[in-house]
């Protein structure tokens, strides 16, 4: 779909306004297209999700989980399908993140009126996290491969919460510097966490929870980093120029001290999580 400048991007149905997304990315708006397109793909199949699409096979654990989120299991599982295909496209990861966050949130707004609820942030959106915390806190006391699947799944709420620090972040400097300075930050943190990843040069069962749980712990002290610089800009405390020495500096606050993350802060870290 092609827009007119006069007229807002809508997809046949999630009504994203592309000119709303644009102003958190640094990818060219064809490429805000196609990841569009993906999204539209996504939520088409919103209702048609079962939890074997995640890979939850125990019969007995989706009972329980049936009977206890009813209908909410099909957004959360679409949630989980627009993360996957999007984030992982193929294109430019922070700008596909930052264009995924907008669709997630209009997921959830479209669930939240059509099920005659009413749509607040943070409110309505954390109800539905607290739904993915509970279905794998289910799986989590499962098998070597359910304890896997569900450190991974429980990835996607905390970066979530994590763009949208950023996103917040960035209307605050109103510059196109801090945007890029926050993507570079974004992907830094990424990167770093992946060359820690590949350097582990041993395997065992319990490897992929710990690196999903460590991964989690990661975005979590990314994500306190980034509120606490919110915090203090509203306040008055710091202004632009130190929030964007503190994104070149890649800091995150870590066990309640600021420290910059590297990959061998990483590996020293990660024996708090085996």
């Not at 990818?27 to 088409?44: K, N, P, Q, R």
Request: charged fraction near 30%; include cysteine; charge should be negative.
């Amino acid at each position: 779909m092609v827009a007119k400048d006069s007229i807002p991007f809508v997809l046949e149905h999630l009504d994203v306004d592309k000119k709303k997304v644009m102003a958190y990315v640094t990818c060219s708006e064809h490429m805000v297209d196609s990841l569009l397109s993906i999204a539209d793909t996504a939520y088409s199949k919103t209702g048609s999700y079962g939890l074997e699409d995640l890979g939850m096979d125990n019969k007995e654990y989706n009972k329980w989980i049936t009977k206890d989120y009813k209908d909410t299991i099909s957004i959360v599982i679409a949630l989980f399908d627009s993360y996957a295909s999007m984030v992982n496209s193929g294109m430019d990861e922070a700008s596909a993140s930052f264009v995924w966050h907008e669709v997630a949130r209009l997921q959830m707004k479209h669930f939240y009126e059509k099920t005659g609820g009413e749509w607040q942030e943070p409110n309505s959106y954390e109800k539905l996290f607290r739904v993915i915390d509970g279905v794998m806190g289910t799986y989590s006391c499962g098998t070597q491969a359910d304890m896997n699947m569900a450190a991974w799944r429980s990835v996607m709420p905390v970066d979530y919460r994590l763009i949208e620090a950023y996103k917040q972040l960035a209307d605050l400097g109103n510059d196109i510097e801090t945007t890029k300075l926050i993507h570079d930050d974004y992907m830094y943190t990424l990167t770093t966490y992946r060359a820690h990843r590949e350097s582990i040069d041993e395997w065992y069962s319990d490897l992929p929870r710990e690196q999903g749980t460590l991964f989690e712990w990661l975005l979590r002290s990314k994500l306190e980093n980034i509120n606490l610089l919110i915090k203090n800009y509203k306040r008055g405390k710091i202004d632009n120029n130190t929030v964007k020495k503190n994104l070149q500096e890649h800091l995150c606050l870590a066990n309640k001290r600021l420290v910059k993350l590297t990959k061998d802060f990483l590996d020293r870290e990660r024996d708090d999580f085996r």
